[in-house]
């Protein structure tokens, strides 16, 4: 799953524990994908591409058992956990990251062509409903609307609901073999990467500060006064 839709995410998490500062449940959604993005960069783990690229199915997240792993996802999310609820005593804070973590990974198995390993050094099997791969434009209708469900839950402002349309959008030509080219991503994975940690970094800010401003509905709500 992309970037906005990972972030979106923590919207819904943020809504069932408002106490647990945004920032925490930010970093722990795309934790797998900051730990994605430093491998791949620092070669130990590998991302190619076809000879032509059309769409994400020409894309090959091939070797990545250290940040993409049932056990790393599963391992990280309860080290999150014990470290944080039972190390710091903030169990609370310990349970929206952990479950923070844990998102990102089950999120990339419902999209993922089969490309997540089940713990690192087992070359199989691989896992991952391949919608990315096989339905791409379905991938990109299902993300959308997830992301969309997630402000719905959140009942956030119209601008942060525009962010994550935007987002979205944006993604679209990699979908769609139909909209522009992606030649010259063909033999340069290290463009994938780098386009993967802007566009963390830049929803990370987004949501972050836009989560602070509350729909007019909520904000209405929020003043009347209470009966009796």
Not at 68 to 88: E, M, Q
Not at 154 to 162: E, M, V
């Amino acid at each position: 799953m992309f970037a906005i839709n990972h972030a979106a995410t923590a919207l819904v998490i943020k809504r069932k524990y408002p106490s647990v500062p945004m920032l925490w449940l930010l970093l722990s959604v795309q934790l797998m994908e900051f730990l994605w993005v430093v491998l791949n960069y620092a070669g130990v783990e590998r991302t190619t591409t076809a000879p032509t690229v059309r769409t994400l199915a020409d894309i090959h997240l091939a070797y990545m058992p250290y940040s993409h792993s049932v056990l790393s996802g599963v391992g990280l999310a309860l080290v999150a956990w014990a470290v944080l609820a039972k190390g710091l005593g903030k169990s609370t804070l310990g349970a929206a990251v952990g479950l923070g973590v844990l998102s990102h990974l089950i999120l990339d198995l419902l999209t993922h062509a089969p490309d997540i390993a089940l713990a690192p050094f087992i070359s199989g099997p691989k896992l991952g409903l391949g919608l990315y791969s096989s339905l791409p434009m379905l991938a990109f209708v299902l993300e959308t609307g997830y992301g969309v469900l997630c402000w719905v839950l959140f009942r956030g402002s119209k601008a942060l609901l525009a962010t994550i349309l935007l987002f979205n959008l944006a993604n679209l030509p990699l979908f769609s073999s139909a909209i522009g080219s992606k030649q010259i991503l063909v033999g340069h994975p290290g463009i994938v990467v780098t386009i993967v940690a802007l566009q963390i970094l830049a929803t990370l800010v987004l949501v972050g500060v836009l989560s602070r401003r509350t729909s007019p509905s909520e904000a209405t709500s929020s003043t009347l006064p209470l009966p009796g």
